[in-house]
Nanobody, 116 residues
Framework: QVQLAESGGGLVRPGDSLRLSCLAS???????MAWFRRPSGKLREVIAT???????WVKDSVKGRFTISRDNDKKTVFLQMNSLKPEDTAVYHC???????????WGQGAQVTVDS
């Protein structure tokens, strides 16, 4: 079973940037991967996906601000987040694109808090 470990979260001000990393315990280069977020008291939502080919999709609400990428040699998927807004506050998780693969075990996630 692949283990996932998210890192890079923190407390930032509106307009700041963060880069989240998701390190996998084994090779995930053949998997469609995704970033999800769960704001407090709300449902988890998928916000970005990346195919094995590198083709990406991002949710409209973060388009132009968030970028998903992967480094297969490092077994890592990244989420670059720019121009952060208070509504981006959430726990962020990575996992497989659930429309393509069963989920791996969920990691602890990375808390992102955007507050002035």
């Amino acid at each position: 079973q692949v283990q996932l470990a998210e890192s890079g979260g923190g407390l930032v001000r509106p307009g700041d940037s963060l880069r989240l990393s998701c390190l996998a315990s084994s090779d995930v280069s053949n998997y469609h991967m995704a970033w999800f977020r769960r704001p407090s008291g709300k449902l988890r939502e998928v916000i970005a996906t990346i195919q094995p080919t590198g083709r990406t999709w991002v949710k409209d609400s973060v388009k132009g601000r968030f970028t998903i990428s992967r480094d297969n040699d490092k077994k890592t998927v990244f989420l670059q987040m720019n121009s952060l807004k208070p509504e981006d506050t959430a726990v962020y998780h990575c996992n497989t694109d659930l429309s393509r693969h069963p989920a791996f075990a969920w990691g602890q996630g990375a808390q992102v808090t955007v507050d002035s």
